[in-house]
């Protein structure tokens, strides 16, 4: 089974990169490609939807993945400390709004979804599971905006429930449904969004050991 691992920004690469066998491929409209293993392939897209949906599909094809897994940091509207783990069930995108002409809210009409869900996950529940860390489940929001404590996030969270806010992952599953490739998400806790009175991101904290667990997941799935 060949991956295709995509992530946001080149830091979050970077310890992926130690690996012995790890080398760089080619850097393709901007976006770097590395092989991490035989059957791994690794890019840092770049922030936001549009950069995602184009390293996913540049992924695609170039490389012919079977799965992709989307790994990375985000923020938490719920209770949880920075580091903890998150594999994503589902994901919708908070920023599309075409309800003046009567879609629902978050209704992407090109594909007629509103939640994108994540593939296999009983699979990936039970790689986890293998993997032996704590972790949750659940919606992630996607939109080309960095959450924090405003009026905007509380109404993301009464009106749709997400567990986490983010800015790549509802684009990178569009990108797999209509390539029909599979698709799976890691996110590590970065912050949390109702939590502090002062903005506070923690970003090396969260992505201290989410390469460590990426590769274990792997690792299990393959199992």
């Excluded at 490389?63 to 594999?87: E, K, R, S, T």
């Excluded at 799976?184 to 970003?203: G, T």
Aim: aromatic share 10%; glycine share 8%; hydrophobic share 45%.
């Amino acid at each position: 089974m060949t991956i295709g691992l995509v992530y946001a920004m080149t830091l979050e690469i970077e310890s992926l990169l130690t690996n012995e066998n790890a080398q760089p491929l080619q850097t393709v409209a901007g976006v770097p490609f590395y092989r991490i293993r035989d059957n791994v392939i690794a890019c840092a897209g770049g922030v936001g939807k549009v950069n995602a949906a184009m390293a996913t599909q540049l992924m695609i094809s170039l490389y012919q993945p079977d799965l992709i897994l989307n790994a990375g940091v985000a923020g938490c509207f719920d209770h949880a400390g920075i580091g903890d783990l998150v594999l994503a069930e589902s994901f919708m995108q908070h920023d599309f709004d075409t309800s003046n002409i009567g879609d629902e809210e978050c209704f992407v009409s090109t594909v007629n979804c509103t939640y994108f869900p994540t593939s296999d996950f009983d699979k990936a529940k039970a790689a986890m599971d293998k993997v032996g860390l704590p972790y949750r489940t659940g919606l992630v929001a996607t939109g080309d905006w960095f959450g924090v404590d405003c009026d905007r996030s509380r109404r993301i969270a009464e009106k749709f429930g997400p567990l986490l806010c983010e800015m790549e992952g509802c684009a990178i599953a569009q990108v797999c449904m209509r390539n029909g490739v599979k698709f799976m998400s890691l996110k590590s806790v970065s912050d949390c969004l109702f939590e502090h009175h002062d903005f506070y991101f923690n970003f090396p904290t969260a992505m201290k050991d989410l390469n460590r667990v990426v590769v274990k997941f792997i690792d299990a799935l393959e199992g």
